[in-house]
C-alpha cells in the first residue's frame, strides 16, 4: 500500500515538475537576469562602446559578436534543459514526501476524497515556504544577507518547525469548529496562521536587504515565487488525486468483471 502511494506520488510530483520547469525557464530565469542586469548597472553598456572603437576593432567586434551570440543561444539551452530538468527533481521530491505524508495523515485530514489533498498541500506549503519566507523572504540579486548561512539555516529550520506546529493548529481547529458550523471551523483554521503573521511581522528583525532594486520590482519577484511554489502544491496535490481516483476505479471495474466472470 506504502509504495502504491509513493508510485502515485512520484509521478504526480514529475508532472508538476514539468510545469514547474517550464515556470523557470520561460518567466523565472528571464526575470532574474533582468534584476541582475540593473542591480550590475551599465558596465556592460560601456564595453560594448569599446569593442566598436576603430575599423579593425569594429570588425573584431562582428566576429566577437556573432561568437557571443552563439554561445549565448548555448547557454539559454543548456539553461533551459537544466531548469526544467531541476524543476522535475523538485516535484519529484515534493510528490514523494506528499505521499509519505498523506498515507499517515489522511485519516486525519479534513474533508473528503481530493479535498484532503489540497488540505495536506496547504499544509505543506505553509510549513515549507510560507512561515520561512515571513522572516527570510526569496532573495533578489544583489541582495544582502544580515546574518551568515549558519544562523539562517538555523532561522530557516526553526520557522518550518513553527509552521508546521501551526498548520497542525490550523487543522485541528477546523476539525473542532466544523462540528458546530463550518464558518466556525474556518474561522479556528485562519487564527493560528493569522497569528504567526502578526508576530513575526512584528517582532521579526529585517534579515534581508533587497539592494539598489527597486522595492516594486522586488515585491513582485518574492510574489511570483510564492505564487510558483503554491501552485506547485497544489498541482502536486491535484495529479495525486486524479491518479488515486483513477486507480480506485480501475479496482472498481476490476471487481465488476470478476463478478460478472464468476456468476457467468
Keep these: ?9 512520484v509521478l504526480a510530483g514529475a508532472l508538476a515538475g514539468i510545469a514547474y520547469g517550464l515556470y523557470v525557464t520561460l518567466v523565472a530565469n528571464p526575470l532574474v537576469g533582468y534584476m541582475e542586469a540593473l542591480a550590475e548597472g551599465g558596465g556592460a553598456e560601456s564595453s ?3 569593442a566598436h572603437a576603430g575599423e579593425h576593432a569594429h570588425t573584431a567586434g562582428e566576429h566577437a559578436h556573432a561568437a557571443g551570440e552563439h554561445a549565448h543561444a548555448v547557454g539559454e539551452t543548456t539553461t533551459a534543459v537544466v531548469s526544467i530538468g531541476s524543476g522535475v527533481f523538485w516535484g519529484i521530491l515534493l510528490g514523494a514526501a506528499f505521499a509519505l505524508a498523506f498515507y499517515f495523515l489522511e485519516p486525519a485530514l479534513p474533508g473528503r476524497g481530493s479535498i484532503k489533498g489540497y488540505v495536506l498541500a496547504g499544509a505543506g506549503f505553509l510549513a515549507v515556504s510560507g512561515a520561512p519566507w515571513l522572516v527570510l523572504p526569496p532573495a533578489t540579486p544583489g541582495a544582502e544577507q544580515a546574518y ?4 539562517r539555516i538555523a532561522v530557516y529550520g526553526g520557522l518550518v518547525l513553527a509552521g508546521a506546529i501551526i498548520a497542525a493548529t490550523a487543522i485541528y481547529g477546523y476539525r473542532r469548529g466544523s462540528t458546530r458550523s463550518r464558518p466556525l471551523g474556518l474561522c479556528l483554521a485562519a487564527l493560528p496562521i493569522v497569528a504567526l503573521a502578526a508576530v513575526t511581522t512584528l517582532a521579526a528583525p529585517t534579515i534581508v536587504e533587497s539592494g539598489t532594486i527597486p522595492g516594486e520590482l522586488v515585491t513582485a519577484f518574492r510574489g511570483l515565487t510564492a505564487l510558483s511554489q503554491a501552485a506547485l502544491w497544489a498541482l502536486v496535490a491535484g495529479c495525486f488525486g486524479w491518479l488515486q481516483t483513477r486507480t480506485r476505479d480501475r479496482a472498481s471495474t476490476e471487481q465488476r468483471v470478476a463478478l460478472t466472470s464468476l456468476h457467468s
Excluded: C
Aim: aromatic share 6%; hydrophobic share 30%.
Design 1 to 9: 500500500m506504502l509504495v502504491d502511494y509513493l508510485k502515485r506520488g
Design 48 to 50: 560594448h562602446e569599446h
Design 148 to 151: 551568515t548561512p549558519t544562523i
